[in-house]
């Protein structure tokens, strides 16, 4: 494995890979800073340009990416109580009112040195669970995959937000998306209506763009938009603002806060966005002044941006070792590494090592440019903040339309871009969550032929599928899950439907 | 108010279900089998539009179930009945801006392949800029001027560096 890893380093410390990923990172810090604009449309513009690059060169801007995407929400959250994404949510609560008290400079140095190690932590959590997983994963046959795919689509709609009957009912709908054109093992042309561009099915790329993307624009043009008008203080920033027994009193909040970050970042459907309120509130519980948080204490800074960092390696893990993606960024990754022609999953370690190991040493590499980044240029993303969204946002929707058209040349794509954009924007409307019918749309072809290719094995019986020992498992906790998701439900309202 | 529109939305969202669900299974009678081992290709379509079925049905009772249910609702009252018109009126706006902002997708979209890239994209940028902005912000030149260089740089960019041939429409 390690010298997997130096293989991994030597491949990417070329001068072109260095530049790629440095372009990810700042692309991505720009993305993430600036609010309404997230890591996931960031990666939704990039993906068409990785068309033409190697393997290798498209992950190094996708990791990039990523990487700056998450971090880059700690500058607004800090400056203007805005977060940037939804990974910085917890970094308002405390990082703003240490600027207002004048140690905006400290809270950058807190949020961004924790960053990066909850980064690396995760990283290396990543490089020790994902290849053995993938391993016991590649003695997984058709009744295992079935089980493991149907799992992680149940606790993807009982984990994200909302009534677990929503939740279910997007996961099917994207299924049902997914079963547009070709089947499986026969390949007959299904619910084409007729129409020959359908034949194939909906392309992966215009579906994820329109859903994560074009929706959301939809959503924000409800209002006009009216440039920033709060003040931004930033006073002299010197140093990482903190002394080394500062930064040694924080290491118990740290490693707690990223495994949190890594553990929650492992379960599909939810990451930094949950990982970094999940760790807050836990430092704070376990604080000895909890009544100091929420008024400026640089614990909960480091809670929520250890936490967020760390929900990075953990969403890789399943992706890599499984080919199922955590949450939505890593299924835009799936989106990157499909154009290639690699199937991420338990075979993905033993047929394309060298890209695997290129793939945790970009994340190092992005991970350190991405602090030399924020230490260096922080003058510039703040400058960015004031760019208006009115301007940044067309050209986004057109970049969307490039990307959509680029895949196969076809304005065929453009349609149905707008399609997914405005059904996500109605499914946002009536408060359904949109994670898991991307997800459906990934996982329902892959578990429709493992059932057809297992039931093939097993002459039509459905029993195997629920007896073997590993499904057991896996049917097991994805009941647990649901009863837990629906008691809780009841408990806090009665009402299930409105929360 | 806000908590009928709600009401209003969980029962279009119920019902849209349900009819996809209905038109998905009687879609999948025209299926026809390929193979004799296993199930056949329309198994799987089968199983999920009788889940949505099942899960919207539920779905709809819930909803049906509390739509009797009182909504406290206060006395309206000389500033109550303001704020709420105003609100009204607020919602009616909100969503035609977020029409306005498909219709102008849709049409872009459309005339990329009749008028090209370059002229469709300068056309769209200048009209989405506009109905995001709010009118004391808009600076016409730097919109036009902002229009022109990004349609024009994404499409040489697209061009020469990663070989994609966006269309050039009746005037290419």
């Known amino acids: 494995m390690g010298a997997d890893l130096l293989q991994g380093f030597s491949a990417m410390l070329v001068p072109y890979h260095i530049l790629l990923i440095g372009l990810g990172v700042g692309l991505g810090l720009v993305f993430g800073s600036v609010p309404g604009l997230t890591a996931t449309m960031a990666i939704a513009i990039c993906l068409p340009i990785t068309f033409t690059m190697d393997p290798g060169a498209g992950m190094a801007l996708l990791m990039g990416l990523y990487i700056g995407g998450v971090s880059g929400g700690l500058i607004p959250a800090i400056l203007l109580k805005l977060p940037g994404t939804p990974s910085s949510i917890s970094t308002t609560f405390d990082g703003y009112p240490m600027a207002q008290n004048g140690e905006a400079g400290k809270a950058f140095g807190y949020a961004i040195v924790f960053s990066f190690l909850g980064g690396l932590l995760s990283i290396a959590a990543l490089i020790l669970i994902a290849p053995p997983l993938a391993n016991i994963a590649l003695r997984f046959g058709p009744m295992e995959y079935f089980a493991i795919t149907m799992f992680a689509l149940t606790l993807i709609s009982s984990l994200s937000e909302g009534s677990i009957i929503k939740g279910m009912l997007s996961a099917l709908l994207g299924m049902s998306l997914a079963m547009v054109g070709s089947a499986p093992i026969d390949a007959y042309a299904r619910f084409t209506f007729g129409v020959d561009q359908l034949n194939g099915g909906f392309n992966l790329l215009p579906a994820l763009i329109g859903l994560f993307a074009v929706s959301e624009i939809i959503r924000i043009a409800e209002n006009k938009i009216n440039p920033l008008s709060k003040k931004i203080v930033v006073d002299k920033i010197k140093g990482f603002g903190f002394t080394l027994k500062e930064f040694f009193k924080q290491s118990w909040n740290f490693l707690r806060s990223s495994i949190i970050g890594i553990s929650i970042g492992i379960l599909p459907g939810i990451g930094g966005g949950t990982a970094n309120i999940v760790a807050y509130a836990t430092a704070k519980n376990q604080s000895k002044n909890p009544e100091k948080f929420g008024k400026g204490t640089p614990d909960g800074v480091v809670a929520s941006e250890s936490a967020n960092n760390a929900a990075v390696g953990g969403a890789l893990v399943p992706l890599m070792a499984l080919g199922i993606p955590g949450d939505t960024v890593t299924a835009m990754l799936i989106g990157g590494l499909v154009i290639h022609g690699i199937q991420p999953g338990p075979l993905f370690f033993s047929q394309n090592v060298d890209i695997v190991y290129g793939i945790f040493a970009a994340l190092i590499i992005a991970n350190i440019a991405m602090i030399i980044f924020l230490f260096f240029g922080m003058r510039f993303f703040i400058k960015i903040l004031s760019i208006p969204r009115h301007v940044l946002l067309p050209i986004i929707i057109v970049l969307c339309a490039v990307g959509a058209f680029a895949e196969n040349n076809r304005v065929f794509d453009m349609g149905a871009l707008l399609f997914f954009g405005v059904l996500g924007y109605l499914l946002i409307k009536m408060k359904f969550p949109i994670t898991p019918i991307i997800l459906g749309f990934i996982l329902g072809p892959i578990a429709e032929l493992n059932l057809r290719r297992g039931l093939m094995a097993t002459q039509g019986d459905f029993l195997p599928f629920l007896t073997s020992p590993i499904p057991l498992a896996f049917w097991s906790i994805a009941v647990i899950a649901i009863v837990l998701k629906v008691r809780k439900n009841y408990k806090k309202k009665g009402d299930v439907l409105y929360d | ?172």
């Not at chain 2, 819930?62 to 739509?67: G, I, M, S, Y």
Request: glycine share 4%; aromatic share 14%; proline share 3%.
């Open chain 2, 1 to 172: 108010m806000e908590v009928i529109d709600t009401k209003v939305r969980e029962l279009i969202s119920a019902i849209a279900f349900l009819l996809f669900s209905i038109f998905m299974y009687v879609s999948t009678n025209n299926i026809r089998s390929m193979t004799d081992m296993g199930v056949g290709p329309d198994f799987a379509p089968k199983l999920v539009a009788i889940g949505i079925f099942i899960l919207s049905a539920i779905h709809l009772i819930k909803v049906l179930k509390d739509w009797k249910k009182p909504i406290a609702e206060k006395e309206e009252v000389g500033e109550e009945q303001v704020k709420r018109d105003y609100k009204k009126f607020h919602i009616k706006k909100k969503y035609r801006n977020a029409f306005l902002t498909i219709l102008a997708i849709a049409l872009y979209f459309f005339s990329v392949p009749i008028l090209g890239f370059l002229l469709s994209t300068i056309i769209y940028l200048l009209l989405q800029m506009f109905l995001l902005g709010e009118r004391k912000y808009w600076n016409i030149p730097v919109f036009l001027i902002l229009s022109i260089v990004v349609a024009c740089s994404v499409y040489y960019i697209f061009r020469l560096v990663f070989e994609v041939r966006l269309p050039v429409g009746i005037f290419g």
